[in-house]
């Protein structure tokens, strides 16, 4: 499962997911972070029976995690199987059936919104 985590640079500055990952022994995939002088954001992936375990655990540390139970969705009777999105996205997580119908690999994808902004059609709608 995916959590997206916020988290202060500024309490000490030590690395949290580091931290978690010396105090749970859970194998953390960082996909995604933004990390400026003051503050954090990291999208991660986690094993789904371990995902509440980590969670409990940033919180603890004083870092925020939320577990992410959406992500993309398709609206079928919108799409037109252009490709626009299959371009765009940066993670392969789009591409075409052998009929030509667009398939969605939510796995792959880092919610990093891009397909929602150059879909024509308005069809991709992310939710966190
Ligand atoms: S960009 Fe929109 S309309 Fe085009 S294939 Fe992707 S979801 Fe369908
Ligand atoms: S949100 Fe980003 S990673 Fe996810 S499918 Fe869209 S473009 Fe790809």
């Not at 000490?12 to 995939?29: C, D, F, H, M, Y």
């Not at 969670?55 to 939320?66: D, I, K, P, V, Y």
Request: net charge negative; charged share 25%.
């Amino acid at each position: 499962m995916k959590l997206l985590v916020t988290f202060s640079r500024r309490k000490g500055g030590k690395p949290i997911i580091a931290q978690v990952v010396r105090e749970t022994g859970v194998l953390i995939n960082v996909e995604r972070a933004v990390i400026d002088s003051s503050e954090g954001e990291a999208l991660i992936e986690v094993p789904d029976d371990q995902g509440r375990l980590v969670s409990e655990t940033m919180t603890a540390l004083g870092a925020h995690a939320r577990i992410l139970d959406h992500g993309i969705t398709v609206n079928e009777s919108e799409c037109v199987d252009c490709g626009a999105c299959i371009s765009i996205c940066p993670r392969e997580a789009f591409t075409f059936d052998q009929e030509y119908k667009l398939k969605l690999d939510e796995g792959k994808c880092v919610l990093c919104s891009r397909c929602v902004d150059a879909c024509p059609h308005r069809a991709l709608t992310l939710l966190l």
